[in-house]
């Protein structure tokens, strides 16, 4: 059996790791928000309402 400490490359990804000083973010969107449940609201931004920063459900 192979264990984590064998496999070819692990050392230097350990290695690197203990080093990294940055945090990464990944944003992933969708290519369509409809039926999302704010429809109303995202249009309403789409079209710079005012009435669009009122958040979801205070209205």
């Known amino acids: 059996m192979i264990t ?3 496999l070819p490359g692990v050392a230097q990804l350990v290695a ?14 969708l290519q369509v928000y409809a039926g999302s449940g704010e429809d109303r609201g ?3 931004f789409q079209r ?3 009435e669009s920063r009122t958040p ?3 209205r």
């Open 16 to 29: 690197a790791l203990h080093s990294f000083r940055y945090s990464m973010f990944r944003l992933e969107t």
């Open 4 to 6: 984590g400490s064998q």
């Open 56 to 58: 979801t459900g205070s």
């Open 48 to 50: 710079s309402d005012p």
């Open 42 to 44: 995202i249009a309403a």
